[in-house]
């Protein structure tokens, strides 16, 4: 079945630094993929999503490109601040599974003044 | 437009009960998604329903069922609650067709003792 792996946290990283989560998928046919962002005590939020390989997509800073040949979407920021501090997921939504979606196992990122 | 709501924010239930939880989607959204969120197990898919029908169900025992009104809002019981069954449950929406974009609550959080 489609699965999802992300690196494992905590991630902490002083205020503007760059940061990198890396995300990698399994699916058998064509997903869309997206970034939810989960902050204490809150539901998700969408961060970004894309549809198709090689499709980027960007938000509030953050950008991450569906990379079909090496079945990536690896999320970065250029300078993090410290109101970026949640806990990131990936995931996947197959078209043939309805809305369902797959998620990684999320990654807390931690940032400091 | 109002996001999703979901009520109660927060339930504690003793083992053998039984429990529902209310979602109400965004105005015009007609997919409905539970996900159960815990430390161990992370994010995983319940049941999706759209137009009052189940699309798609995860892989979770019978004591877990849902159900879909004609305006779209959607309930889901749990039936002898176990220990094990404090979470975090999550209701998404999302306007039509599978692979959208699904839009979350703020979570139902359920402590059962």
């Known amino acids: 079945g489609d699965s999802v792996t992300q690196m494992e946290g905590p991630v902490t990283l002083s205020e503007e630094a760059f940061l990198t989560i890396n995300c990698t998928y399994t699916?058998?046919?064509?997903?869309?993929l997206f970034w939810y962002v989960q902050y204490p005590g809150e539901g998700l939020q969408l961060l970004l999503k894309?549809?198709?390989?090689?499709d980027k997509g960007s938000n509030k800073g953050f950008e991450a490109t569906y990379r079909k040949e090496t079945t990536s979407f690896h999320l970065e920021k250029g300078s993090v601040q410290v109101s970026d501090s949640a806990v990131y997921f990936c995931?996947?939504?197959?078209?043939?599974?309805?809305?369902?979606?797959?998620f990684g196992g999320g990654t807390r990122l931690m940032v400091k003044p | 437009k109002a996001g999703v709501t979901q009520t109660p924010r927060y339930l504690i239930k003793t083992r053998g009960q039984q429990v529902t939880l209310s979602c109400s989607p965004i105005?015009?959204?007609?997919?409905v998604s539970w996900y159960q969120q815990t430390p161990g197990q992370g994010l995983q898919f319940l049941f999706e329903y759209f137009s009052e029908t189940q699309r798609n169900k995860g892989n979770f025992p019978g004591r877990f069922s849902g159900r879909q009104f004609s305006n779209s809002r959607s309930e889901m019981n749990v039936s002898t609650l176990e220990l094990g069954d404090s979470a975090l449950y999550l209701c998404?929406?999302?306007?039509?067709?599978?692979?959208?974009?699904?839009?979350f609550g703020p979570g139902t959080r359920l402590l059962v003792l």
């Open positions: 995931a996947l939504s197959d078209l043939n599974a309805g809305n369902m979606l797959t």
């Open positions: 699916a058998t046919g064509y997903p869309s």
């Open positions: 894309a549809t198709k390989a090689d």
């Open positions: 105005s015009g959204h007609r997919s």
């Open positions: 998404a929406s999302s306007p039509w067709d599978r692979g959208e974009t699904q839009y």
